[in-house]
Nanobody, 112 residues
Framework: QVVESGGGLVQPGGSLRLSCSTS???????MGWYRQTPGNQRELVAE???????NYRDFARGRFTISRDNDKSTIDLQMNNLKPEDTAVYYC?????????WGQGTQVTVSS
């Protein structure tokens, strides 16, 4: 089970922090965030391994920071200097047992 929180409405240049939790006790491999806008494919934002190695898409690098707490099986995405083009539904995923599990998504809207 994967649950996201923290979306909302923010003005351009503002910040939001997304959180994602999973069931404790699982041996989770990679976790990360994707986003999707209407009519487009879901795209990777950032991901983090169990060893805390990170990977960012170019548009996220320098503005977004992904972090992870292995004890709590959670990840966060700190998003700064948000732009209108960051508006999307953000999805968290977690990989364990050979499969990817997805949350229901959280809406992020960047608008003045």
């Amino acid at each position: 089970q994967v649950v996201e929180s923290g979306g909302g409405l923010v003005q351009p240049g503002g910040s939001l922090r997304l959180s994602c939790s999973t069931s404790r006790g699982l041996v989770i491999n990679d976790m990360g965030w994707y986003r999707q806008t209407p009519g487009n494919q879901r795209e990777l934002v950032a991901e983090i391994s169990r060893r805390l190695n990170t990977n960012y898409r170019d548009f996220a690098r320098g503005r977004f920071t992904i972090s992870r707490d292995n004890d709590k099986s959670t990840i966060d995405l700190q998003m700064n200097n948000l732009k209108p083009e960051d508006t999307a539904v953000y999805y968290c995923y977690a990989n364990w047992g050979g499969a990817d599990y997805w949350g229901q998504g959280t809406q992020v809207t960047v608008s003045s």
